[in-house]
């Protein structure tokens, strides 16, 4: 059974840092492309990063130069670094896996991030 | 890049079909065949219902179904069963990105 499940999310002020993990199993972690995809309250989904199983790495405009994923193959984990941390970011963090196609199989229930003072 | 355009909410009775939209540009929707389509339960994660515009990954119900014209997708839900009230999102590939539309909520009366 495929599992994706992350961990690492609370409250933080503004200008603070976060490190979002996701650990996976079920499936072949290495040769797929791992997403982040954040959904803000009462908002529709929106793509974070990807990092794909050759080691190309994406990013959003809107988190450019703030965020950082990368990825443990070893420990089929997948992190996102969180860094100048406004409220626009508050949302629920999903990881994804994409195995070939250009579409999401697989997704976590993910985790909240609020940032607040 | 700006999201897709869904309709907010979209409702219909049990055995009935119903149809939700999903508006991008030629930028995206209708550049590629790349729209997926997700349904999410309320505090649940994602799940795939359609890939590349109208597959259907095994194990999804074929009352679920996909098509594209122009730069609006277009998912189709028929034989509405209660069990089908959730949200459903589109998502279309934009050759260094994914763009998400925002979300319909469909209500099962």
């Known amino acids: 059974e495929v599992q994706l499940l992350e961990s690492g999310g609370g409250l933080v002020q503004p200008g603070g840092s976060l490190r979002l993990s996701c650990a996976a199993s079920?499936?072949?972690?290495?040769?797929?492309?791992m997403t982040w995809v954040r959904q803000a309250p009462g908002k529709g989904l929106e793509w974070v990063s990807t990092s794909g199983s050759g080691g190309s790495i994406y990013y959003a405009d809107s988190v450019k130069g703030r965020f950082t994923i990368s990825r443990d193959n070893s420990k089929n984990t997948l992190y996102l670094q969180m860094n100048s941390l406004g409220a626009e970011d508050t949302a629920i963090y999903h990881c994804?896996?994409?195995?070939?196609?250009?579409?999401?199989?697989?997704w976590g229930q993910g985790t909240l991030v609020t940032v607040s003072s | 890049q700006s999201a897709l355009t869904q309709p907010a909410s979209v409702s219909g009775s049990p055995g009935q079909s119903i149809t939700i939209s999903c508006t991008g540009t030629?930028?995206?929707?209708?550049?590629?065949?790349?729209v997926s389509w997700y349904q999410q339960y309320p505090g649940k994660a994602p799940k795939l219902l359609i890939y590349d515009v109208s597959n259907r990954p095994s194990g999804v119900s074929n009352r679920f179904s996909g098509s594209k014209s122009g730069n609006t997708a277009s998912l189709t839900i028929s034989g509405l069963q209660a069990e089908d009230e959730a949200v459903y999102h589109c998502?279309?590939?934009?050759?260094?990105?994914?763009?998400f539309g925002g979300g319909t909520k469909l209500t099962v009366l």
């Open positions: 079920g499936f072949s972690f290495s040769s797929s492309a």
């Open positions: 030629s930028s995206d929707v209708g550049g590629y065949n790349y």
């Open positions: 994804a896996a994409r195995k070939e196609g250009n579409y999401f199989d697989y």
């Open positions: 998502c279309s590939w934009t050759s260094t990105s994914w763009v």
